[in-house]
């Protein structure tokens, strides 16, 4: 596979102007009723805080702003959302039916605790009891490489777990059941509806308008701050805080902008991300082509890119698309620094089948942020190109054709550019939702001369 730099004049990108698309109150049902049949358990307790918020917001639209915050789901359809103080004025966005109850141990310090102050004494005002198992939802788990005991929970506070454990008794049972959620096959936010990938489209086209917004307007001379500011926020939530660093010498790929003005020949790095999608350009700030940075860095990455993209498709296994990546690197000096490609979602980060043996089979619904981190890089360089991409089989690209056409015409649009103008190969389920997917201009001062695959 040989790639070449070629004059391809960019995609169109602009801010959303509308609203992020709602996901209706039917799907939040769904996932309330398929959460609690999955888990097998009297109770499902969802644990959610400022961190580790996107659990309760796939399942209530609730994101704690400020304090924990903890759903219960019981028998009978019973529904309870524990939150604090200031949580409580927030409820209103929840968009199913669930009783609001203050629990005043996830206020903060000092405040007021005189109403309820004891989480055992909401949990069992809630209704459990001895006797009865509860399913813990936290932010991730553990698997069988990790520990010897992948039963307990363990990405909550033990205070939780303590407290439902002495609600449960002897006869009980405090149970993980985040892999309903998290699971990178079989998970519940693994597999997403036409709505949700909607929203997530919003978040893919207001992160790559920022991050190629900064990309065209830094300029040598300007500060960090200053390029990062043309990320134009939208008032969206963040999933990460946003990227903009340069330099020479060792540059910290994660750290915030910050006065440095920028010079002519730095290494430089953006990337924003909001709920559901995060966009990344790295490159170096030249208006000229580096020899010697394109075929020991750029060349073979894009082939690496081009590979991943090429081994995309319903029913492959994770594990040989990390295998096709690795063999995509042979030959240079690098390779993946994590995962080459992980699930996406509200939050940045949900899972991955991509690994090293992985059986898990990529499936249609699953989001993707087709994240491939190259290392190491000699000193003094960077190059990187993230985006966002959705799967989905014939019947889920045909409710999104008929529910969303102007979403459609988009993913249409990209796909084109990618096949005829960058030269990829693209099944027909891969459904690119950042414009200028897999579009990387290396050297941000000469912005539409982009790798391309030749024909």
């Not at 990309?215 to 990320?231: D, F, K, V, W």
Request: one cysteine or more; aromatic letters at 10%.
């Amino acid at each position: 596979m040989k790639i070449e730099l070629r004059q391809i004049p960019p995609p169109t990108f602009s801010f959303p102007q509308d609203d992020i698309p709602l996901i209706p109150k039917a799907e939040y049902e769904r996932r309330l009723k398929t959460l609690y049949q999955t888990a097998g358990c009297d109770w499902v307790a969802i644990y959610g805080d400022r961190e580790h918020f996107a659990n309760l917001a796939f399942l209530v639209n609730y994101d704690p702003r400020f304090e924990e915050g903890l759903l219960l789901l019981g028998p009978g359809e019973t529904r309870f959302l524990l939150v604090g103080n200031e949580g409580l004025g927030y409820t209103p966005i929840v968009p199913v039916a669930v009783q609001v109850m203050l629990c005043q141990t996830f206020s903060l310090p000092g405040q007021q605790r005189d109403t309820a102050p004891r989480l055992l004494d909401v949990l069992r005002e809630a209704g459990i009891k001895a006797g009865e198992r509860i399913g813990v939802v936290g932010w991730k788990y553990l698997e069988a490489d990790e520990t010897d005991d992948t039963v307990t929970p363990a990405f909550v506070p033990a205070f939780l777990v303590d407290t439902l454990r002495r609600l449960a008794g002897r006869e009980g049972a405090v149970l993980d059941v985040t892999a309903a959620m998290l699971h990178p096959e079989k998970g519940l936010r693994a597999r997403n509806t036409a709505d949700q990938i909607a929203a997530f489209e919003w978040a893919a086209r207001a992160c790559s308008a920022a991050v190629f917004n900064v990309l065209r307007y830094a300029r040598p001379g300007l500060s960090e701050g200053e390029a990062i500011n043309r990320i134009n926020f939208t008032g969206a939530p963040f999933s990460m805080h946003p990227i903009m660093v340069s330099g020479k010498g060792e540059v910290l790929g994660l750290r915030s902008a910050g006065t440095r003005r920028l010079e002519y020949g730095d290494a430089v790095s953006t990337a924003v991300g909001y709920w559901g999608s995060l966009c990344c350009r790295a490159g170096m700030l030249l208006g000229e082509v580096d020899d010697n940075f394109f075929q020991k860095i750029v060349e073979p990455y894009y082939r690496v890119i081009a590979t991943w993209y090429r081994n995309m498709s319903i029913g492959a296994k994770g594990g040989d698309i990390f295998g096709a990546v690795s063999e995509a690197f042979a030959g240079s000096s690098m390779r993946s620094a994590l995962n080459p490609g992980h699930l996406t979602s509200l939050d940045e980060w949900l899972h991955s089948p991509i690994r090293s043996g992985s059986s898990e089979q990529i499936a249609s619904g699953m989001v993707f942020q087709a994240d491939i981190i190259p290392t190491p890089l000699p000193t003094s360089y960077l190059l990187n190109c993230e985006d966002t991409v959705a799967i989905g089989d014939a019947e889920l690209r045909a409710d999104i054709q008929a529910r969303f056409p102007a979403l459609w015409q988009r993913i249409e649009t990209r796909r084109g550019m990618m096949i005829e103008d960058l030269g990829l190969q693209l099944a027909a389920e891969i459904l690119p939702l950042s414009d200028g997917a897999a579009y990387l201009p290396p050297f941000w001062l000469a912005p539409e001369l982009v790798c391309t695959v030749a024909h």
